[in-house]
C-alpha cells in the first residue's frame, strides 16, 4: 500500500496495482535546475601519527602563504569532555580511538565554513580534559588546515578537503618525540607514557591512523624536516587556489573533482612523448568524463517509475530537448563522445579561423534550423584566450539560444578565457576538468598540451583541407 495526495491535499491510500498504474504516467511539471557552485574556503587536511610532525607541517605551509587569510584548526579542540566519572579511570581512556572527538560537531563547523558562515571552536584543556572558555571565534577564510591523527577518518569530513596530507614518519623517532614532549616537556612520568603508547596509541595508530594513508594526495616522508615536499605542497597549493579562486569568482563555472585518475590522464595527454594513439584514448576517456559531468547540469523533471520488484522510484528525468554544436576542428573530437552519451543528438558545426589583425572571424557555420528551442552543449577542447568561444557563444545567441541553455564543454581552460567568457556571458555553465596557470606570449595554454587538433587528428594544421561536407 502507498500513500498518496488527494487533490483537497489529504492523505489516501492506494492498493499497490492501482498505484502502479497512476506512478508511470506521474511526472513533475515543474523543473528544477543544478544547484551552482557555492563560494567556498579551500580545506587542506594534514594527519599522521604522534609526533610525526604534523604541526611542524601546517606551520611551515602557513608561513610560505603569508600572502592568504589561513585559518589552523586542530582535531584535538573537538575531544570530548570527560566526565568525573572517566576522569576517575583516566588510565583506561583511549584518546587516539575515534570515539574520543566530537566528529559530529566538527563536521558541523566545517559545513558551516564551507558556506562562508563563521564558527565557535571549542578551547580543549590537556590539563583538566574538559573544553573551558572562552572559546575561539573563527570567521571564514582563503584556506583553511584542518591537523590531527584522525582527520582523514570520516568519509564526510574527506568529502569537504580539496587537499588531504598524509605526514609519515618512522615509528622511533615518533615515540622519541613523543617521550619528550609528554615526560620531558610537560612533566609527566615516563613509564606511563610509554604504557599509554603501547596499550593505546600504538595499536589505534595501526588500527584507524595508518589505513587513512591511502585516502592521502600526498605523502610526506620526514614530516616537517622535508622541506623540498614542503616547498612543493606550497607549490601545489598555489596552483590549485589559482582554479578555486576563478570557481569563487565566477559561480558559473564547473570544475570536476580531480581524482588519480583523472590526473594520471592530463600526465599523459599532457606528455610530449605521448604517441598518437595514446594521446587519443586518453582524450576520449577524459572528453566522455566531461560530457557526462556536463549533462548533469541539464535542467530535469522528477519522475517516478515502479521497478520490477513492484516498487515505486522517485528519480529525475533530463531534458530531452538538446543538441551539440563543435567547435571545427578540435571541438569535432568530442562529438563521438557525444552521441555515446546522447543517443541520435543532433550536432551543430562551426568554423572560426583568425582574420589578419582583426581578430576571429566566422567563416561557416551549420546549426539545427530549430537550436533556438534547444539546450546546447558547446564542445572545443581547448579554451585559451576565449576569442573563438566568444564568438561561437555570440552566434548561438543571435540564433535565439538563452544564454542560460548553453553549457560549454573542455578538457582545459586558461584564466584568460574563462574571464573573456564568463564575464560576457554570466548565465552560461563552463564546465572544465582543469584551469592551467596563464597564456604564453603566443597565447597557448601554459603548461597545455599543445595544439590539440594536430595532435588528435595527426594532422598539420596549415596544410589540413576541411571538407565541411562530409560531416552532413
Sequence with gaps: M???????GKKIALPLNQCVKDKLSLQSNNAFKA??????????GVTGGTASGKTTVCNMINTQLHD??????????FYHSLSDKLQQKINEYNFDHPDAFDTELMLSNLE??????????PNYDMKSRKRTQPEREVNPADIIILEGILVLHDPRVRDILNMKIFVDGDSDVRLTRRIQRLAIERGRNIQNVLDQYSRF??????????????YADIIIPGGGDNDVAIDLIVQNIRTKLGQHDMCKIYPNIFLMFSTFQIKGMHTLIRDVRTTKHDFVFYSDRLIRLVVEHGL???????????????????????????????????????????RACCKGIKIGKILIHGHGTNGRQLVYEKLPSDIASRHV???????????????????LLKKGVPESNIIF??????PQGINAVCERFPMLKLVTSEIDSSLNEDSRVVPGLGEFGDRYFATDENSEKIDISSSY
Design 112 to 121: 558551516k565554513l564551507k558556506r562562508g558562515e563563521g564558527v565557535t571552536i
Design 377 to 395: 552543449l558547446l564542445l572545443d577542447p581547448v579554451l585559451a584566450t576565449g576569442n573563438s568561444a566568444v564568438k561561437a557563444i555570440s552566434l
Design 296 to 338: 548533469g547540469h541539464l535542467p530535469f523533471t522528477e519522475k517516478q517509475v515502479i521497478t520490477p520488484t513492484g516498487s515505486v522510484y522517485s528519480g529525475v528525468v533530463f531534458c530531452s530537448r538538446l543538441c551539440g554544436v563543435s567547435v571545427i576542428r578540435s571541438g569535432e573530437s568530442m562529438e563521438n563522445a557525444l
Design 2 to 8: 502507498v500513500i498518496e495526495m488527494n487533490s483537497s
Design 35 to 44: 544547484p551552482s557552485s557555492p563560494k567556498q574556503p579551500f580545506f587542506i
Design 201 to 214: 596509541v600504538k595499536p589505534s595508530f595501526e588500527d584507524f591512523v595508518l589505513p587513512t594513508k591511502k
Design 68 to 77: 592568504r587569510r589561513v585559518v589552523l584548526i586542530n582535531q584535538d579542540s
Design 409 to 414: 564543454l573542455n578538457l582545459i581552460a586558461a
